[in-house]
């Protein structure tokens, strides 16, 4: 199992030609679906995506690309949001469907296989990934199972 | 989580999507209706330091939930025109803002003056009863169904709800009850 | 222009500045509790 922190600023290969692309810089997410959609690659405007099909391997040591083709720069405004680390899910506060703040994201885990998200890390708290609703730039909402018990 | 706040504790949270996590939007005026004695919306302010009022407003209908730290709807399509939403939210009456009216007993006792509403809320909001300051001085809080009429300058009240200011709202929320019974209303 | 001339300037542009934002957020503030007229 992998965490978010964990894999930033890991090295990215190309597995086809074994030159270096760059380094991870954030993870966009796909809250619907509860797993990784894309991989960010460097910062700023030269910042670029790969969609998690494009992998061939999220390893500990490095995450290897199917080829260099398949970087891409950001093709709308959620995707620029997400070079701008405006969608970033670690730091990101947490938000109940109710309305009540249960804390901050501190990390997040997910399996190096499917992309799919399996833990919400708050604070000393452990949350399934099945409590995520939706997250963007202001917050991730989180459903009730994960407000703190009175 | 049901919860009481009161509205100038609604006024200025972030509206924010549950699909699409962004802030879309934070409460200006809380709109209710003193009759069925439930918010019927808000209007809205854009977010941002400097930014002004928004021309689109928010039903009751269209709000997921209320909480401590937010109002919660499900995506920015809640938020609509005004020419789409209930007159009394689109085009609130500001001249029957409640807050500093005097509150006056059928008898004419004044039993000091509005202060703030107070609202259960959590999936919907029920407006539980009003802050006020009393006249010596001090907060109080009495029940809903509390007024026999109310106008942008006062609210007219049965005379037994003098007997029914409580001094927080834990006491508010057990005594809304019994005052109900008490007018005949359970 | 002056030392005096720039310090106009600059008095100017603070009370602009100043207006502005007053003004812009006494527009937003609200923050009102409005009962909706009677039916009928």
Redesign the interface.
């Known amino acids: 199992m992998e965490s978010f922190k964990r894999s930033a600023g890991r090295k990215v290969l190309s597995r086809s030609s074994a030159k270096e692309l760059g380094s991870v810089s954030h993870l966009l997410v796909d809250?619907?679906e509860r797993r990784i959609a894309a991989v960010v690659i460097g910062r700023g405007k030269k910042a670029q995506l790969v969609e998690w099909e494009q992998l061939s391997g999220f390893g500990p040591d490095a995450v290897m690309v199917v080829d260099e083709g398949a970087l891409r720069p950001p093709a709308d405004d959620r995707e620029r949001g997400a070079t701008e680390g405006k969608l970033e899910l670690v730091g990101?506060r947490a938000?109940?469907?109710?309305?009540?703040?249960v804390g901050k994201l501190d990390d997040v885990t997910f399996d190096t296989d499917t992309g799919a998200l399996v833990e919400l890390i708050i604070g000393d708290r452990r949350v399934q990934a099945g409590a995520l609703?939706?997250?963007?730039?202001?917050?991730?909402?989180l459903d009730?199972s994960a407000?703190p018990s009175? | 989580?049901r919860l009481l706040m009161t509205a100038s504790q609604i006024r200025g949270?972030?509206v924010?999507?549950?699909?699409?996590?962004?802030?879309v939007a934070e409460v200006r005026d809380v709109i209710f209706s003193p009759e069925a004695g439930r918010l019927l919306g808000v209007t809205l302010n854009k977010r941002g330091f400097l930014a002004g009022r928004s021309r689109d407003v928010l039903p009751a209908e269209a709000i997921?939930?209320?909480?401590?730290?937010?109002?919660?709807v499900l995506d920015a399509l809640s938020l609509v025109a005004p020419e789409d939403a209930p007159d009394d939210v689109a085009h609130p009456a500001v001249e029957r803002n409640v807050i500093g009216d005097d509150v006056l007993t059928e008898g004419g006792l004044s039993l000091g003056k509005v202060t703030d509403l107070v609202l259960l809320v959590?999936?919907s909001g029920e407006v539980v009863g009003y802050q006020i300051e009393k006249p010596g001085g001090g907060r109080g809080y009495i029940p809903l169904p509390a007024q026999l009429a109310v106008s942008g300058a006062a609210l007219v009240v049965p005379n037994i709800t003098e007997e029914f200011v409580k001094d927080d709202l834990v006491g508010l929320g057990a005594t809304v009850d019994e005052f109900r019974a008490r007018l005949g209303l359970s | 222009m002056g030392v005096l001339g720039w310090v106009i300037v600059v008095v100017i542009v603070v009370v602009v500045a100043s207006v502005a934002f007053v003004v812009i957020r006494r527009r937003r503030r609200g923050g009102r509790v409005i009962a909706a007229k009677e039916k009928g």
Do not use: F, N
């Not at chain 1, 938000?95 to 703040?101: I, V």
């Not at chain 2, 999507?17 to 962004?22: A, F, L």
């Open positions: 809250a619907q990101k938000l109940s469907e109710g309305g009540t703040e609703m939706g997250s963007g730039s202001y917050a991730a909402v009730d407000e009175p | 989580m949270l972030p924010v999507t549950v699909r699409g996590g962004e802030d997921h939930a209320i909480g401590q730290d937010a109002v919660m959590g999936s």
